[in-house]
């Protein structure tokens, strides 16, 4: 028997999904782990991106700031948080949250500032207060971008949630880190797949949801620049 | 009654938009803003609801300094008029000729009611009540932007280059509409365009402005026409060329007239 067809006997053996070791558990644990940590991440992030695109300003420190979240070592990040907090579950989660910020920082400003500034000028100009701004014509314009920016992040963070593992933190990382300690390469292949798939359900799912939050009124607009363009050029690429 | 007192604005890079404007505008006439790009005629036009503030002198609606007034509470009592229509293009018609009255606390049926009675006004069909600004033409827009411009039934209407983006038999359509809505209306209406001729057409009152927001002249068109107050005016509205220079002519015993150029601009009558 060759590997993958072990690691499809592995994954599909209704053994291992059972019990609170099983992969039941684990793919639980993971899914809500990294849903808490996109959570934890927009919170902070997405105010301040909004902001940001609200404003315009601050938008050079938030790419620089960006930029160098984003070049810290996750691994390292979460080595030190576990020497300085003890072995919990909370030192991967801010080490993934802090992976997560700028994926949505930066879908948040793109979003909310790419919203055309004569819509909004004329939206100020009718007497909306800038928070009415923000919530009736910013955020529904940009939604769509804002949601790709936690869309990337809930791809980057599920595939690295199998860190949380490396300190004893559970998920799917656990079987990832047990497989290479004692050789058992089916497995940790098995999982593998596991995270491949869970990763795609869940960037589809995301993909969708950025599809249907596109307001009506904008899609209208593609579906007639559609009719009006050669139908043998190629259509922009959703974000 | 709009008046702008010593009005200058500078920005802060150093650039004068516009430099110590001295007008009053007589309530329920067209006051048209003319002049280039650069001469400030936007910058004096959203002064009036403070999108801009002056950096020096006042600007008084009805005798109150509009610095006093709460800014928002200002532009929902003005209707503002910008090229494309500035329409928002996540809502349907009818919800873009209610924002205002919404936003001012109106019942939305009610809104949505006198919304559609609007549209009978800017002559806008009410089937195209549940479409997206994106299914109209550009012709539509504007007349959907008048609308939500009038919804408040304001005194004030501020159009900002409406019809600058539309091409020119729907611009003459649009300006015909507009001078008939006046006749009905009378609002207080301050336009602002970059075309001599638009000025001409709409404006009871014609100001026209330098570059760096100089008033160069203000009167009547024909007052302007008559008496170009310099060489920068007589050339802005061209007196000394073309169409606007018509002398008479005489064919097999007709007296017509004709232009610099010599094409036939219609017929004298004696």
């Known amino acids: ?239 | 009654m709009i008046e702008f007192r010593g009005v200058r604005k500078q920005f802060p890079d150093g650039t004068v938009a516009v430099e110590r404007v001295d007008l009053t505008l007589a309530p329920r006439s067209i006051t048209v803003l003319v002049g280039s790009s650069g001469s400030g005629k936007t910058t004096l036009l959203r002064m009036v609801n403070r999108m801009v503030d002056p950096s020096e002198g006042q600007v008084r609606i009805d005798d109150v300094d509009v610095a006093s007034v709460d800014p928002v509470k200002l532009r929902r009592s003005i209707g503002y008029v910008m090229q494309n229509g500035g329409l928002l293009p996540h809502r349907r018609v009818v919800d873009n000729i209610a924002t205002v009255p919404v936003l001012r606390g109106e019942p939305k049926r009610a809104a949505r009611a006198r919304a559609l009675e609007l549209m009978d006004t800017v002559g806008l069909d009410r089937s195209l009540a549940d479409k997206y600004p994106s299914q109209l033409s550009g012709g539509q827009q504007q007349r959907v932007g008048v609308a939500r411009g009038l919804a408040v039934d304001p005194n004030i209407l501020l159009m900002d280059e409406p019809f600058g983006a539309v091409d020119p038999i729907v611009r003459t359509e649009l300006q015909d509409e507009l001078l008939r809505l006046q006749r009905d209306l009378a609002k207080t209406v301050v336009f602002v365009t970059h075309d001599v001729d638009e000025a001409f057409r709409l404006g009871d009152r014609v100001v026209i402005l330098r570059a760096g927001g100089v008033v160069v002249q203000d009167g009547t068109p024909a007052e302007i026409l008559a008496a170009p107050a310099d060489e920068f005016v007589g050339d802005f509205i061209g007196a000394d060329r073309g169409r606007r220079v018509l002398r008479r002519a005489n064919v097999g015993g007709r007296e017509i007239v004709v232009d610099a150029d010599g094409r036939p601009a219609g017929v004298l009558e004696s």
């Open chain 1, 1 to 239: 028997m060759n590997v993958f067809a072990e690691a499809f006997a592995w994954l599909f053996d209704p053994a291992n999904w059972e019990g609170p070791d099983g992969i039941g558990a684990r793919l639980a644990f993971h899914v809500v782990f990294s849903l808490a940590v996109v959570a934890g991440a927009t919170i902070v992030a997405l105010p301040i991106g909004v902001l940001i695109g609200h404003t315009g300003r601050g938008r050079e420190p938030a790419v620089v700031v960006s930029g160098a979240l984003r070049a810290l070592p996750t691994l390292g990040l979460l080595t030190i948080l576990a020497l300085a907090m003890g072995l919990s579950v909370l030192a991967p989660y801010l080490a993934l949250v802090v992976l997560a910020i700028p994926s949505v920082l930066a879908g948040a400003y793109a979003g909310v500032g790419g919203v055309s500034r004569t819509t909004v000028d004329a939206a100020r100009a009718m007497g909306m207060t800038e928070g009415q701004i923000v919530l009736r014509v910013e955020a529904p314009l940009g939604l769509p971008t804002v949601i790709g920016g936690i869309r990337s992040a809930v791809l980057q963070v599920v595939a690295t949630a199998t860190l949380a593992a490396y300190i004893g933190g559970g998920g799917l990382g656990t079987y990832l880190f047990s497989g290479l300690k004692t050789g058992n390469y089916p497995m940790v292949l098995g999982v593998s797949m596991l995270i491949i798939a869970l990763a795609l359900v869940l960037d589809g799912a995301f993909a969708l949801t950025q599809r249907l939050v596109v307001p009506e009124g904008v899609r209208v607009r593609r579906g007639t620049a559609r009719l009006r363009s050669r139908p043998s050029r190629p259509r922009a690429a959703m974000g």
